[in-house]
């Protein structure tokens, strides 16, 4: 049964996405911030499915910290799950994310309409600063910045691999930074197509201050992130 209810959620989660990407497609047309209302529509409508399918819930814990302004929001990247999960939390989410989602048909070219950020991130230094230029232009629209410090999806315990990217913005940016942490690597583990029934928790932390310096913001942010992630990881566990 968790084989089937795991084929048929990945069936469906597809299957959704393309029809947003093609009936959706009159909001290029639209005013941006019409456009990421159907990008949260569809990330909602995704959680519900979710929940329907194969029995994951989420759960959300320190809601009062989310911004209702610019700033930067960095967090634990573990799966699939917290990249469009997140979208509804904020009023207007800019995703930082892999630069060769953007030449993908549909897929790509919304994420221009959002005005998302592409990052190369084989080019170094050229890359953080072209990184640093796009955030400073969404944050002066009061947008959130959301970016996984780590770059890519880790397993759950694994050791941390924090690159430079999230600091770079924080040093460049007058904005406060919130963390996160999560458990969703457990039940929606990456590269495996199973789901397993559970609840998926998101924690934000107390929001970092803009001014630190550097080393100290990312001290303080790998702390809240990896503190946060293993006391949810040891919830889930448990709950298991």
Known sequence: MLVFRSLLFNVVFYVNLVLFLVLGSWLFVCPRIWA?????????????????IVNIDMKVEGAEHLPKG???????HQSFWETFAILPL?????????????????????????????????????????????????VADGRQIVIMPEGTRRAPGDPPDYKPGAAAVYAALDVPCIPFGLNSGVLWPRR????????????FCPPI????????????????IESTSNRLLTQVKSAG
């Open 36 to 52: 990421i209302r159907g990008l949260q529509a569809w990330a909602s409508t995704s959680i519900v499915l979710l929940r329907w």
């Open 70 to 76: 610019a700033a930067i929001v960095a967090g634990k």
């Open 90 to 138: 904020l009023p207007d989410p800019c995703m930082v994310l892999k630069r060769e989602l953007l030449h993908i048909p549909l897929f790509g070219w919304f994420a221009r309409k959002f005005r998302m950020i592409g990052v190369e991130r084989s080019a170094g230094a050229s890359a953080l600063k072209k990184l640093v230029a796009r955030a400073k232009a969404e």
């Open 192 to 203: 495996k197509f199973l789901r397993y029934p559970g609840t998926i928790t998101i924690a």
């Open 209 to 224: 201050p803009p001014g630190l310096p550097r080393r100290a913001f990312q001290a303080q942010l790998e702390e809240a």
